[in-house]
Nanobody, 119 residues
Framework: QVQLVESGGGLVQPGGSLRLSCEAS????????MSWYRQAPGKERELVAD????????TYADSVKGRFTISRDNAKNTVYLQMNSLRPGDTAVYYC????????????WGQGTQVTVSS
């Protein structure tokens, strides 16, 4: 069964850090690009970070550059999002997504994990 399971969310104070994990199963993880998205109440879902199949290239939203780092461990079928210097504006549900231009399924979404930044 194709599945992505996020973990690591929670409540953190401004300036704090969290590391999110997303473990994949049911498909060939190493042949999929991986992304982290987030969605805050009343807002559209937005791309936060992306990483290529081998981890050779990454991209970030301007709002998180210098604070967040995406990485992957293909041996563990897991993608990570290290979040430092967190701000209240980072509060959202964070989702991981797997995507492929040639393989099926084309896209797979995780259930999401809540991140709340508040004092």
């Amino acid at each position: 069964q194709v599945q992505l399971v996020e973990s690591g969310g929670g409540l953190v104070q401004p300036g704090g850090s969290l590391r999110l994990s997303c473990e994949a199963s049911g498909f060939t993880f190493s042949r999929y690009g991986m992304s982290w998205y987030r969605q805050a109440p009343g807002k559209e879902r937005e791309l936060v970070a992306d990483i290529t199949t081998t981890g050779s290239a990454t991209t970030y939203a301007d709002s998180v550059k210098g604070r967040f780092t995406i990485s992957r461990d293909n041996a563990k079928n897991t993608v990570y999002l290290q979040m430092n210097s967190l701000r209240p504006g980072d509060t959202a549900v964070y989702y991981c997504k797997a995507y492929s231009m040639v393989l099926l399924p084309r896209i797979c979404w995780g259930q999401g994990t809540q991140v709340t930044v508040s004092s």
